[in-house]
């Protein structure tokens, strides 16, 4: 079975500083991965997925991550952070569709919180 | 853009209570999902459908939830009777197809809360 590991509960940082959140995963095939941003009270947001390929992927909002496969990591990465990058962010994976079902499994979630 | 919807945004009910969320997902998507997230956690998956048909319940307390998606478009969660440790956000989300190639689309979610 897959898992994933989200290395930090809070991540409080200056705005346009840099910030890196972690995320490590575990799993016996290939997968997907994936990060969704939440805000107060709403519904998930995917800012980026890896299927396949280049391993730095680029999202929505300035984000990217890179795939690690050697060290089983996807990190997400934003080179300047705004106030409103403020929220809770998730990863997740996918075991490869070869078998019969499968579904999306989140770590526990960092908040990032940008102050001024 | 073509959103999940999901009703209600907001739910206070007592303990022993019944109570059922409703969802309605992106058309075209034969894959919906019923995740559970309580404060200051990921989100648990409850179970899963292909078009009308479970695929996944293996985490869905049966005792006391139910789900369904009759006619394999919306569906409806419910649980009776609630708990106490039953508060929580319930979000829905949808797929185009079986995996997760093109990701999962979710609604804003219900927040429950049982008094």
């Known amino acids: 079975a897959q898992s994933v590991t989200q290395l930090d509960s809070q991540v409080p940082v200056f705005e346009e500083a840099p910030v890196e959140l972690r995320c490590n995963y575990s799993?016996?095939?290939?997968?997907?991965l994936f990060w969704y941003v939440q805000y107060p009270n709403q519904g998930l947001q995917l800012l980026l997925k890896y299927l396949s390929g280049s391993t730095l992927v680029k999202g929505i909002n300035g984000f990217e991550a890179e795939f690690n496969k050697s060290q089983t990591s996807f990190h997400l990465r934003k080179p300047s952070v705004h106030i409103s990058d403020t929220a809770e962010y998730f990863c997740?994976?996918?075991?490869?569709?070869?078998?019969?079902?499968?579904?999306?499994?989140f770590g526990k979630g960092t908040l990032l919180t940008v102050n001024p | 853009e073509a959103e999940v919807a999901q009703s209600p945004r907001y739910k206070i009910t007592e303990k022993s209570q019944a109570v059922a969320f409703w969802c309605d997902p992106i058309?075209?998507?034969?894959?919906l999902y019923w995740y559970r997230q309580i404060l200051g956690q990921g989100p648990e998956l409850l179970v899963q459908?292909?078009?009308?048909?479970?695929?996944?319940d293996s985490q869905l307390p049966k005792d006391r939830f139910s789900a369904e998606r009759l006619k394999g478009v919306d569906s409806t969660l419910k649980i009776q009777p609630a708990e106490l440790g039953d508060s929580a956000m319930y979000l829905c989300?949808?797929?185009?197809?079986?995996?997760?190639?093109?990701?999962?689309?979710f609604g804003s979610g219900t927040r429950l809360t049982v008094v």
């Open positions: 997740a994976v996918s075991v490869s569709p070869r078998g019969s079902n499968y579904k999306l499994t």
């Open positions: 799993s016996s095939v290939s997968v997907y």
């Open positions: 459908f292909q078009d009308e048909s479970v695929v996944d």
């Open positions: 058309s075209g998507h034969a894959t």
């Open positions: 989300a949808s797929s185009l197809d079986t995996g997760a190639i093109y990701g999962y689309t």
